[in-house]
């Protein structure tokens, strides 16, 4: 059974085709090309792809059977990992597009009891009095200050969690 360098020199000599000439069109040295057919290194996919089109051969010609096998073994996985991380992508873009609805969502209601807290915190009292007394209604306050900390705690864990989403992305 032949190896690949064996195919590579097999078909090259079968062509009359010069070690420089082939390495000129696959772009790579001379060396390599003579490394290839020793055995001593293997071409990369994209050298195989490159020899199978200037050579007019199969894809499958270069390759012995349990070579082909590891490739759709590795193509296999390397399915299987772009379909998780799809899945990864498209429960972060969920997670993003929750997280900035439930933001626009607590900063409309934060506005509206800002809004609703500052009238009755300083609510002109019901007697005229002619200097315009005003008083302070605590339950406005609290009411205000509820608000507040419910949109720092939202938008505190929304900054960790996007900030933990970022690390993992990039530690791929």
């Avoid at 597009?97 to 009238?119: P, W």
């Avoid at 315009?132 to 205000?144: A, C, D, E, Q, R």
Wanted: proline content about 2%; hydrophobic content about 45%.
């Amino acid at each position: 059974m032949e190896n690949i360098g064996e195919k590579i020199y097999k078909v090259r000599k079968e062509k009359h085709v010069s070690q420089e000439k082939l390495a000129e069109e696959v772009n790579v040295a001379r060396q390599t090309v003579s490394k290839w057919e020793r055995d001593i290194a293997q071409p990369t996919m994209e050298n195989i792809k490159s020899l199978c089109v200037y050579f007019g051969v199969e894809f499958n010609y270069f390759l012995s059977d349990k070579e082909i096998a590891e490739i759709k073994e590795v193509s296999a996985v390397q399915n299987a990992v772009t379909q998780s991380e799809d899945k990864k992508e498209s429960k972060f873009k969920s997670l993003k597009i929750v997280s900035i609805v439930a933001g626009m969502v607590l900063l409309a209601l934060f506005v509206i009891a800002s809004g609703v807290a500052a009238y009755v915190t300083i609510a002109p009292d019901d007697e005229p009095y002619v200097d315009s007394v005003h008083i302070v209604n605590y339950g406005g306050i609290i009411f205000l200050v509820i608000g507040v900390v419910a949109a720092s705690i939202f938008i505190s864990l929304s900054a960790i969690l996007i900030n933990k989403c970022i690390k993992n992305r990039k530690n791929k």
